[in-house]
């Protein structure tokens, strides 16, 4: 059964006091690596898919990084509005759903 | 916004009923998921349909039944309800089939709160 363990569960960050979160899975045969952001009482937003060993995505402040058997999602000087819970999901190859993790809850202090 | 409507956004019922949750999909997209997220379990997968065909099957009880419409339109039955059934419940669409699920657009879900 596919797995997604990501850690720390919570995160509180000062301002511009930049981190990264892990996100450790096991899957038999990886398709896609997946990084969505949920907001309190909303729906998780889709950030980025990664495929293989080695590729990185950016967007903003946010870079997402792929190994064999984790992810890391990087906060470069973050700012409150980047305060969520970031959710890792993994798709495994022959398969159409995504299993996530529970999350990392990141709260940004001004 | 994402394109995806739920409703009820939220639905408080007892023991034993039987509720119906609605998700439109985004314009064009024929592959709708089901997820229910809970506090202690993230969310889980429930079940995947592809223009108007079952695709998938994840964590979904007996009790739980859904089914995806000609207008692409589906609904999530949920009957005999347990205190444990109170949870959010997200769709979710793509335009793909599944076999490379790419990105999901997930609605703003339906909270059940079961008393």
């Known amino acids: 059964e596919d797995q997604v363990t990501q850690s720390p569960e919570a995160l509180r960050l000062q301002e511009g006091e930049s981190s990264s979160l892990n996100c450790s899975y096991t899957v038999s045969g990886l398709r896609g690596l997946f990084w969505y952001r949920q907001d309190p009482g909303k729906g998780p937003e889709f950030l980025f898919t990664?495929?293989?060993a080695g590729e990185e995505k950016e967007k903003e402040r946010l870079k997402a990084t792929l190994t064999k058997k984790e992810s890391f999602l990087h906060i470069t000087a973050p700012k409150p509005e980047d305060s969520a819970t970031y959710l890792c999901?993994?798709?495994?190859?022959?398969?159409?759903?995504?299993?996530f993790g529970k999350g990392n809850q990141v709260v940004v202090i001004p | 916004d994402s394109g995806v409507t739920q409703t009820p956004k939220h639905l408080i019922t007892a023991t034993g009923q039987r509720v119906t949750l609605r998700c439109s999909p985004r314009?064009?997209?024929?592959?709708v998921y089901w997820y229910q997220q809970s506090l202690d379990q993230g969310l889980q997968f429930l079940i995947h349909y592809y223009n108007g065909e079952e695709r998938a099957k994840g964590n979904i009880l007996e009790r739980f039944s859904a089914q995806q419409f000609p207008d692409l339109h589906s609904e999530l039955n949920l009957s005999s309800l347990e205190l444990g059934d109170s949870a959010l419940y997200f769709c979710a669409s793509s335009v793909s089939s599944g076999t490379n699920t790419g990105e999901l657009f997930f609605g703003e879900g339906s909270r059940l709160t079961v008393l």
């Open positions: 999901a993994v798709q495994a190859q022959g398969n159409n759903r995504l299993a």
């Open positions: 990664l495929y293989s």
């Open positions: 314009s064009g997209d024929l592959s």
